[in-house]
Structures are given as structure tokens and as C-alpha cells.
């Protein structure tokens, strides 16, 4: 099956920083993909049969993603974005998110979580919200035990910024 790859932002950071992680070869075929060329197109171009396995094995490596599946991601974003800008919160809907922000960032990234979590503390609107929540996504997507669940965490986010927590009947006594 023919496979149309775009360059995640590990493959990116392979060539700005300088870090050579990658053998030579590899390097040459992260080069070569431009998120049009067909995997079969670029083991034609540079004349290599191992060329196809190489591009799976970059992709298992998370240096490459399948363009579709990016496509996917981002109208899914997209669509999340739209969902989050519609919404108006009180000052408790907002402490809740914030809450559930500091609480999952911590959860996902440990002691790693402090400037997201100072972000998500400052946060005094919805506006400010969302630029917070941009950035926690991002930061969770790109952890290593995080990649898993950002996605699933965006979506609980957006149910919980649609629907208010429901008031304690116990805390208004």
C-alpha cells in the first residue's frame, strides 16, 4: 500500500537541533518526504528497495505521520477548537477547568507540570482559557506517556466545558 507521510515535529527537531540521531539514510528519506510523494515515489527516487520498510520504521519511531491520519487529527482539533470557543463559563465552571487542567497535567507529566500548571493558575476568562488549553494539549501530545490519552483528554475537556459541574446539594447547606 502506497503511504503519503508529513514530518511530525521529532523529525523536524532531528535537522534544527542538530542532534543526529538518525543514520544517513534515514536522514535522505525524512528529506525526501514533502507530504505529496507516495512511499513508492521516494524509494523510486532514491533507488532503494529498503526504502518503503525504512519509512514504516520511521513512522513506528514517530519521525513520520500518515498524511490521512494527520488530516484526521487536525479537522478533529479543528472541531474541538470550535467547541471550546463557544462556550461562556461562570467563575465556578471555570475554577473546575482549571481544576481538571492542573490535575491531569500533573498526572501526565510530573514535575514537568509546573509551568502548565502556573499557566492554567493565572487563567482568568475564557479567552485566557483557551490558550492555556492549547498549550496543555500540546504539551501532554508530545510526553511520552501522554501521546496515548491527549486526545481522549481534549474530548473529556470538551464535554466538561459544555456541560457545568452540577452544583453539591450538600456544599449549598
Given amino acids: 500500500m502506497d503511504t503519503v507521510y508529513v514530518k511530525s515535529d521529532r523529525a523536524v527537531k532531528e535537522f534544527e537541533q ?4 538518525l543514520s544517513l539514510k534515514h536522514r535522505q528519506l525524512l528529506i525526501m518526504v ?3 510523494r507516495t512511499s513508492s515515489q521516494i ?3 532514491i533507488n532503494s528497495e529498503q526504502a518503503i520498510q ?3 520504521d520511521l513512522e513506528k519511531l514517530g519521525y513520520l505521520i500518515n498524511a490521512n491520519l494527520a488530516r484526521q487529527a487536525i479537522k478533529h482539533k479543528e472541531t474541538q477548537t ?7 463559563l461562570s467563575h465556578d465552571h471555570l475554577v473546575f477547568i482549571k481544576t481538571f487542567l492542573a490535575e491531569e497535567a500533573q498526572l501526565q507529566l510530573g514535575i514537568m507540570s509546573r509551568d502548565i500548571e502556573q499557566r492554567v493558575a493565572s487563567v482568568q476568562n475564557a479567552d485566557e482559557l483557551k490558550s492555556c ?7 501532554i501530545r508530545e510526553s511520552r506517556n501522554g501521546r496515548t490519552v491527549a486526545d481522549k483528554l481534549m474530548e473529556r475537556l470538551a464535554h466538561l466545558m459544555a456541560n457545568p ?3 453539591n446539594p450538600l456544599r449549598a447547606q
Fill in 18 to 21: 542538530g542532534n543526529r540521531t
Fill in 34 to 36: 514533502n507530504g505529496r
Fill in 43 to 45: 524509494a523510486q527516487a
Fill in 54 to 56: 525504512m519509512l514504516a
Fill in 82 to 88: 470550535t467547541q471550546l470557543k463557544s462556550v461562556e
Fill in 133 to 139: 488549553v492549547s498549550r496543555w494539549h500540546m504539551a
Fill in 165 to 167: 459541574p452540577q452544583e
